[in-house]
Every structure is written in structure tokens, then in C-alpha cells.
């Protein structure tokens, strides 16, 4: 009995608290508390979205700092406040109840001038990579509905210029939207449908791989390779990657990180069958699968 009292006590006070979202002299407030309980509240998602004046208030906090993005005037309190207004956002992506009616709303529109801030100070940082994460929670789950809605915006500039310029965590979240975008066929097809699109992805991501030669990352390689090696699916960017792929993904000492990866050596060693050719591209992609047996010991 207590246990149901509780449970009733809490959902009334998400449901308080969700009604001072509308009040902006209390909005700050409400937003940091709910955000805090996204992971405990499963059904925060129905509540913000068929809650009257919510998602208005939500979208009026992303609208608000506009003005500070240029010239890059963005302060560690407005970027906090914001980032907990987009985390209930995520909340709202990320259940399958309200999923849907998101992307009919257009709400990822609203992140886009976010994406496309070149400032790399924390403030700016954290307002990419928040921003990135309520894109994420929409393609981790196979939709080619999202993937479709994605493909009809300017998703995938955006996501190669964070993987260009980003923190390590923002290129490892753009990097595994674009992984998730090519994983499904309207997406590989849509990057493969011209040689302008295939080379820009395909750029992006070589240029990542010269950097991890500097600034080694075992996240960002396996989401590059898990790019790469989708890429090689397409017949046409398969014949252009014989050509254009990294030779560090050849090197074994450069992909020795891998070792305890073994998922992603067999995405590596695929890779190299698929691009390479004879009996050189099989022995390389077997020194690759070797790895971790020259390690055991």
C-alpha cells in the first residue's frame, strides 16, 4: 500500500511539474527536475507531448538562444537550461508512443542552427552534443519513416561537419547517426545515388581516420569502419573505395586497438575482402582476424 502511495505521490508530482513548464517563473526549474527523472518515469514521453502548452514551452527554450548562436554570445547557464529542455525532448524521440507524431511536428527542425554552430568553446559543445543525442534516440530504433524524414533535411551535412570539427563524443554520436542512416537501404542508396554525396560522406570520414592516427579512439574507429564497411555494400561506392579507403585500415599496427573487439575486426576484415581484390586483399583481412591470437598470451 505504501509502495502504491508512492508511486501515486510521484506521478503527481512529474504531473506538477510538468504543468509548471507553461509558467516561465518556473520553468527552470521544471526542467531540471524532470530531466532528472527521464530514466525513472517511463511514460514522461505522453505526458510532455499531450500536455496542453508543453511542447510550445520546450520549443520556446530552444527559440530563446537563437540570438546567442551568432555572434557566439552563449553562456554555461543558457546552454545548461536549453540542454535540459532538449533532454526532455530526447525522452519524447525516444518513446514509441509520441515518436511518430514528433517527426510529424517537425521538433528535429528546431535543432538543426544548433548543428550548425562552428564554436568549439563547452557552452556550444554541449549544446551539439545534446542536440546530436535527441537525433540518436530517433535512429536507434530501424524506422525507415525517421531515416526518410532524416534524408529530407540537411541531416547529414550537419552530421559531417560535427564529425569534422567536434568534441570526440560528438563525432562518435554524428558518426553513429550516419552509421544508422547508411545501415538502412534507403539510406545507403540515397548517399550512393551520386558521386557528389558518396565522396563528401566518404571524405568526412577518411579524414576522421588520419586524425585518429594522432588522437587514437576505439568508439569513433568501430562507428568508421561499421560506415565503411556498409558503404562497401553499394556496388558503385564499393569500386570507388578501392581507391579512396584509408590505408591505415590496412595497417595492423594502426588497428591493433582492436584487439578485444572482435565484432568489429570482422567488419574490418570484411571490408578489406570487399574493397580489395585477389589473393592480397584475403591474406590482409586474415592478419587482421590473427590479431587477438598473437595477444592472448
Avoid at 540515397?190 to 560522406?201: E, K, L, N, S
Amino acid at each position: 500500500m505504501g509502495k502504491a502511495e508512492g508511486g501515486g505521490a510521484a506521478i503527481e508530482n512529474v504531473e506538477q511539474l510538468v504543468l509548471e513548464l507553461t509558467n516561465p517563473t518556473t520553468r527552470e526549474n521544471a526542467l531540471l527536475e524532470l530531466s532528472k527523472k527521464r530514466e525513472t518515469f517511463p511514460d514522461l514521453a505522453p505526458y510532455l507531448w499531450h500536455s496542453f502548452g508543453t511542447i510550445s514551452a520546450l520549443l520556446q527554450e530552444i527559440v530563446s538562444i537563437y540570438p546567442m548562436l551568432n555572434p557566439p554570445s552563449l553562456t554555461a547557464q543558457a546552454s545548461n537550461r536549453v540542454c535540459n529542455a532538449l533532454a526532455l525532448l530526447q525522452c519524447v524521440a525516444s518513446h514509441y508512443e509520441t515518436r511518430g507524431l514528433f517527426l510529424k511536428a517537425h521538433v528535429p527542425l528546431f535543432l538543426y542552427p544548433f548543428l550548425n554552430t562552428m564554436s568549439r568553446t563547452r557552452p556550444f559543445e554541449y549544446l551539439r552534443l545534446t542536440s546530436l543525442g535527441v537525433i540518436g534516440a530517433l535512429v536507434k530504433v530501424d524506422d525507415t519513416e525517421v531515416i526518410n524524414f532524416l534524408l529530407s533535411t540537411e541531416i547529414i551535412p550537419l552530421c559531417l561537419r560535427t564529425m569534422e570539427m567536434g568534441s570526440e563524443l560528438s563525432k562518435t554520436v554524428a558518426t553513429f547517426i550516419v552509421q544508422k542512416m547508411l545501415l538502412d537501404e534507403v539510406g545507403l542508396n540515397y548517399v550512393c545515388a551520386t558521386a557528389a554525396r558518396f565522396f563528401a560522406v566518404s571524405a568526412v570520414l577518411g579524414s576522421m581516420v588520419q586524425l585518429l592516427t594522432e588522437q587514437p579512439s576505439v568508439r569513433l574507429l568501430k562507428h568508421i569502419i561499421r560506415c565503411y564497411l556498409r558503404l562497401s555494400d553499394n556496388p558503385r561506392a564499393r569500386d570507388a573505395l578501392k581507391h579512396c579507403l584509408p590505408e591505415q585500415l590496412r595497417d595492423l599496427q594502426f588497428t591493433s586497438c582492436l584487439k578485444e573487439d572482435l565484432a568489429t575486426k570482422r567488419w574490418l576484415a570484411q571490408l578489406l575482402v570487399n574493397v580489395g581484390s585477389g589473393t592480397n586483399a584475403q591474406q590482409g583481412a586474415a592478419q587482421h582476424m590473427q590479431m587477438p591470437q598473437q595477444n592472448t598470451l
